[in-house]
């Protein structure tokens, strides 16, 4: 069944899936491998929504920077949260994507990065890539910008600093901070060390960038294994940590959450900061917190916020809000990107990928 492309009105919530989209979104996304054991990555809005290539954003950030307003439209600080920026590419790019300045630039990050001979993990999706968005030479910056790195793994944030100083990136707006994000404040342990005591433990390796320990990995250890391995790191919710450090008092543009299983509890502790954010994309799974949450009941508090949802695939949508299938709740690893509805253009550019998917 192909489905009639439409000009989307994302002014308003968006009516409900008919049948044929039902269908169509179970024949792009069967149900069958999605209960199995989720670390097998057999499901298949896992294998749909695999390092994402957000073109939606990318191209609307584009064309608003190629606008016959874009010079006024300069006047308007971006303001971008990255929660778990791992290793910064993507929050460079965001940056540059966002304040059309050029001095972010992923590959000189990647060097300051492995400055001294810093050893750094491999990034699952290739974000330390050359792509990053074409700016035109006459593009003005758009000053007072902020983009905001937060990242808890001690031995991470560390380097991720180093780079930003050695960059003079601090100047043009870009934040490090070492906290980790959740649904209340507090503190907790975060690895500094290799947590295995045996050779060959590789999983167990804790290096700058290591994508998948975080706030669940000290918890496992002796309390002796503790004191070597950990150190205390302050929590803050999302709502806390923009009331403190956030210097602008409009939009915050993209929200990005990525903290290996706790991003429904920044989520749940950013209601204020959700009220004026534009795009939010997060990360579902089996881990942490997410084990004992629903998809579902996040969906709809996003949507009660005021957010349509998608799982975000390559160049692909498939709307999640209001199109809900009962095997999305299995907690399968997955990329979900959503769009405030005030964001009109956005809004429907993303509604127009998701009808375009359909046709696929």
Request: charged share 25%.
């Amino acid at each position: 069944t192909t489905t009639t492309l439409q000009q989307a009105d994302a002014t308003q919530k968006l009516p409900r899936c008919t049948e044929d989209q039902l269908r169509t979104i179970g024949n792009h996304l069967p149900a069958d491998k999605c209960h199995m054991h989720p670390w097998m990555q057999r499901c298949s809005f896992t294998q749909a929504t695999n390092c994402p290539e957000q073109t939606w954003i990318e191209q609307f950030y584009a064309n608003e920077s190629m606008k016959k307003g874009a010079a006024s439209a300069s006047n308007i600080s971006f303001v971008g949260i990255s929660i778990g920026c791992n290793k910064g590419f993507d929050a460079i790019a965001t940056m540059r994507m966002g304040s059309w300045n050029k001095r972010f630039d992923k590959v000189s990050w990647g060097e300051a990065l492995q400055a001294d001979g810093v050893d750094i993990d491999a990034a699952v999706c290739k974000q330390d890539g050359n792509d990053q968005a074409q700016l035109q030479d006459d593009v003005k910056v758009r000053s007072g910008s902020e983009m905001h790195c937060v990242e808890p793994m001690p031995m991470t944030h560390a380097v991720l600093q180093q780079a930003a100083n050695s960059l003079g990136l601090v100047d043009d707006g870009f934040r490090v901070a070492n906290y980790a994000i959740s649904k209340t404040s507090g503190t907790a342990l975060f690895p500094t060390a290799n947590l295995g005591n045996k050779s060959g433990e590789d999983y167990q390796r804790v290096k700058v960038g290591t994508e998948n320990k975080g706030l669940d990995s000290c918890a496992k250890l002796s309390v002796e294994r503790q004191k070597e391995a950990c150190q205390e790191v302050a929590i803050l919710s999302l709502d806390e940590y923009v009331s403190k450090h956030v210097a602008s008092q409009g939009p915050i543009h993209m929200l990005s959450i990525d903290v290996e299983g706790y991003d429904f509890d920044v989520m749940l502790g950013g209601r204020e900061a959700l009220k004026r954010t534009h795009y939010v994309e997060f990360e579902y799974n089996w881990m942490g917190s997410w084990r004992h949450q629903h998809l579902e009941e996040t969906i709809q508090m996003l949507d009660e916020d005021g957010f349509t949802c998608y799982w975000a695939g390559k160049d692909k949508l498939w709307r999640i809000t209001d199109c809900w299938k009962d095997y999305y709740d299995k907690h399968n690893w997955s990329n979900v990107a959503c769009v405030s509805r005030s964001q009109v253009e956005l809004a429907s550019r993303m509604e127009n990928l998701f009808l375009q998917t359909l046709k696929g």
